[in-house]
Structures are given as C-alpha cells and as structure tokens.
C-alpha cells in the first residue's frame, strides 16, 4: 500500500486495485462505468473472493459522505443492485438523475446479412458530400476494419477516413484522449476498441453495427453504440450474424 494514498486529496483507482486503498473518511466517492463495476462483483469465482470484494467495496462507501454512481447503460436491474449495496453501506437516500434520456428515443434496426449491411453502409458512404456528418461503422475484425477503410480511401479520396483497431490505438492515443475529435472525420470504421470509457458529445450522422454473436456480446454491441451521444439518424443498423466470416 502506498502511503501517499493516505493523504493525496484525489485518487483515481480501478476497482480491482480498491484493496490497495486504505479506508479513511472522504467527501465523495464517484464510481464510473457502474454497470461494469457491479457485473465484476459476479465474476469473482473463487472461494469467498466476491464477499471480500463487497466488503471492501462496502467499507468504502461507508466512510463516503456522498456516493455518484454514473453509467451510460443503467438498467433497472443494476439501479437496483446499487441502491441496495449503498443502502448497507449507508447510503438509503437514492436520487436518480437522468441527463442522458436523449438516447433514449434510437431505433435498432436489425437484420440483413454481413454482406447486405456492407452493401448499405458503402452506398451511404458514397453519397457522401465531405464534411456532412460522421458515418461510424462497428466489426468485430480488425482484417475487415482495414480491408474496407483501404478500399473506401480508394474509392473516395476526398472523404476523411479513420480506422481503429487493436493494433493502431497507439498511434492515434492523442486523437482517442478527445473522443470528440472522432466527429471530425467523415467515415470512421472500428473494432469494439471504442467501448467503456469513451464519450464522443458532438453529433455523426450514424451508426452501423455488424458484429458476430460468438466473438461479440450483445452487451459490448449496445456499449459501441452507446460511445456517441448524439446522431443525427436515430435508426441504428444492426447485423448480428451468427459465426466469424458467416452472415
């Protein structure tokens, strides 16, 4: 344990680490990705390990003046498991705040095949006129991310382009630590690199998804579709096909 922990006015810590921290009376607690924080609790397997993950967990909060549980994907279902780990930890009096119920009117429309909502997408894309809005699209293979970004960049050379994959992030790190700058591009196709922690506030035109259920959750899908806060086309196409490579 750190002895600067003791005494830093600020810490930022994953919840993993949370056992390093040692337990002393603050003003707030802000816990990020809460969906992602509670589902961790559920995957502690071994023998008393989740319990010893909830009760530092709890010991925390105990010594929290206030507690602000954020999440873009709240549902009912973990509302409830929080209010009621804060209620042991507390905490009985819960305000529920919603600041982002403006997602909340986006349709999922979902069919077709992979080769179907390529078809589409690339239709889209031609069309474009530059600078009209940000077309996103998700894949659940980095191969198909640069496959097509390279072929749309032959085809379009006047479109800005941008493909993110697991293999590039680096290269792009400053350009990921302001999310909004995403907006600024007029395709961008990714891999689910953009999930938690990503927040891109200005409005793109919209989001495409094809995404194979066996390497891709359907939780991750609505994680990716979750990063842009604002898009100008409400309907989200979604292809969820049903093994790599097949439609």
Known sequence: KDPAFATAAHVAITINSLPKLPVRHVAVIVIDEATAVALAHYGKTAKGEARAWLTTLLDHLAHADRVIVTCADLTPEIAA???????KAGHDQVQYVDVVGRRHDREIVLGGTKATT??????????????????????????????????????????????????????????????NLLAGYDVVISTGVLKHGFSVEKMVARIYVIACLTEVTVSDTAQAIARFRSVQNPNVRVCMTGGRGSD
Do not use: C, Y
């Open 118 to 179: 390529l078809v589409e997408f690339k239709a889209e894309v031609a069309s474009m006129v530059p600078g009209s809005g940000t077309r996103v699209l998700f894949l659940d293979s980095k191969k198909d991310v640069r496959a097509l970004a390279k072929l749309l960049r032959e085809a379009h050379p006047e479109l800005k382009i941008l493909d993110l994959h697991a293999d590039n992030t680096k290269q792009h790190r400053a350009l990921l630590a302001q999310p």
């Open 81 to 87: 498991w929080w209010a009621a780990v804060l209620a």
